[in-house]
C-alpha cells in the first residue's frame, strides 16, 4: 500500500520537477528552492538560446542554475540575482528582456520580418499579375504565320473525293 501512495505522489508531482536541475543542485530550504526555480524559468539558457536554464541540461545551465542558488543562499533578493547576470551576460539572458534602446531591435525584429515578407508577397504577386508585355511581330513574322497556319487548316480539313 505504502508503495503504492509512494507511486501515485510521484507520478502527481513528476509534471512539476524539472527535468534538467540535478539532484545535487536543489537546496535544502524549500523556500529558497522554489525562488531558485522561479528565477531559473525566466533565465534564458545561452547555448540552447531557446530554453530557460531550468529546462537545459546544458554544462552552462547547470553552471547558471547554481550561480542562482549561490547568491540566494548569500541573502540576494530575486532581483539582485537577476541583476548580477544581466550585468555579467547582458539582457539577452533574460526570456522577456526589457523594452530599451539596447534591446530594440531584438523586440522590432519579429515585426519587421512579417513586413518585410508581407510587402515581398505583395511584390510578388503583382508582378506575376501583369506578366512580360507581349512581343510584336514583324511582317516577315507575321506572313511566315500566316503561311504556317494555312498550311495547318490545309492538312486538318483534306478536300472530299
Known sequence: MRLRI???????LWPTLAVAVEPDEILSDPVLETRA?????????LVCQNQSID?????????LRVIVRERLKAGDDDAQVRDYLVQRY???????????????????????????????LVLFARR???GPAPASL???EEGRLAEIL?????RANPPVV
Open 138 to 140: 514583324s511582317d516577315a
Open 90 to 120: 547582458g539582457d539577452f539572458i533574460l526570456l522577456k528582456p526589457p523594452f530599451k534602446i539596447e534591446t530594440l531591435l531584438l523586440w522590432l525584429t519579429p515585426a519587421l520580418v512579417l513586413v518585410g515578407g508581407g510587402a515581398a
Open 55 to 63: 529546462d537545459s541540461a546544458a554544462p552552462l545551465a547547470k553552471d
Open 6 to 12: 509512494l507511486l501515485f505522489a510521484s507520478v502527481a
Open 37 to 45: 526555480r522561479n528565477l531559473s524559468s525566466e533565465l534564458r539558457c
Open 128 to 130: 506575376r499579375r501583369q
Open 150 to 154: 494555312s498550311n495547318e487548316t490545309d
